[in-house]
């Protein structure tokens, strides 16, 4: 079983910038996919961003494209979400998850493990 924690959530104003970071308690081998999501309440979890272990590549809901990047350290087991140009609409609480496969689906059953959020809210 594998245990991911959030940080670096928090408060800031429009066009701000925040970074998230997740740690998992235990390295994951073979291929997986990292990911983010995103809660508000009243609403569905969406994915935000995800990323494949191995080649790198990265994923991102049309919302966030070029304001987010993720980033992972395998050796360190961490995974980050660097947030710029920050906006009101980005207010969720936002969530850590692994999926033990190549990244393949943002279908919340496909996901394998989930952290228990961490909390950003961005005011105008």
């Known amino acids: 079983q594998v245990q991911l924690v959030e940080s670096g959530g928090g408060s800031v104003q429009a066009g701000g910038s925040l970074k998230l970071s997740c740690e998992a308690s235990?390295?994951?081998?073979?291929?997986?996919?990292m990911g983010w999501f995103r809660q508000v309440p009243g609403k569905e979890r969406e994915g935000v961003a995800r990323i494949d272990s191995g080649v790198g590549r990265q994923y991102y809901t049309d919302s966030v494209k070029g304001r987010f990047t993720i980033s992972h350290d395998k050796d360190k087991s961490t995974l980050q979400l660097q947030m710029n140009s920050l906006k009101p609409e980005d207010t969720a609480m936002y969530y850590c998850?692994?999926?033990?496969?190549?990244?393949?689906?943002?279908?919340?059953?496909?996901?394998?493990?989930w952290g228990q959020g961490t909390q950003v809210t961005v005011s105008s």
């Open positions: 998850a692994a999926q033990l496969s190549q990244c393949s689906s943002w279908a919340q059953y496909s996901w394998n493990y």
């Open positions: 235990s390295r994951i081998y073979g291929s997986y996919c």
